[in-house]
Nanobody, 121 residues
Framework: QVQLVESGGGLVQPGASLRLSCAAS????????IAWFRQAPGKEREVASC????????YYADSVEGRFTISRDKAKNMVYLQMDNLKPEDTAVYYC??????????????WGQGTQVTVSS
């Protein structure tokens, strides 16, 4: 059974850093692509970052490029999203998602429950 559990969200000031974690179970990171999505109040859900199952190639939305870093620890079956220089516009619920498709291959079938990130002074 595929399960994803996010952690690491919180309330921080602009310019601060947070690291989100996604604990995956029921599959290996060699067989599933992992993406971090986010949804701000009143806005559509958008992909922030993605890491490919096969070669670990990473993808970032323009809005987070250079500030966020996605990584994975295959031994622990964990995926991380390091978020630096956070901005108020990064405030959202962040979701970890998994699927056997490539990063740009379509819809993701498996989702975590989400973790809230709030950036405010």
């Amino acid at each position: 059974q595929v399960q994803l559990v996010e952690s690491g969200g919180g309330l921080v000031q602009p310019g601060a850093s947070l690291r989100l974690s996604c604990a995956a179970s029921g599959f290996t990171l060699d067989s599933y692509t992992i993406a971090w999505f986010r949804q701000a109040p009143g806005k559509e859900r958008e992909v922030a970052s993605c890491i490919s199952k096969n070669d670990g190639k990473t993808y970032y939305a323009d809005s987070v490029e250079g500030r966020f870093t996605i990584s994975r620890d295959k031994a622990k079956n964990m995926v991380y999203l390091q978020m630096d220089n956070l901005k108020p516009e990064d405030t959202a619920v962040y979701y970890c998602a998994a699927d056997p498709i490539p990063c740009h291959g379509g819809l993701f079938d498996y989702w975590g429950q989400g973790t809230q990130v709030t950036v405010s002074s």
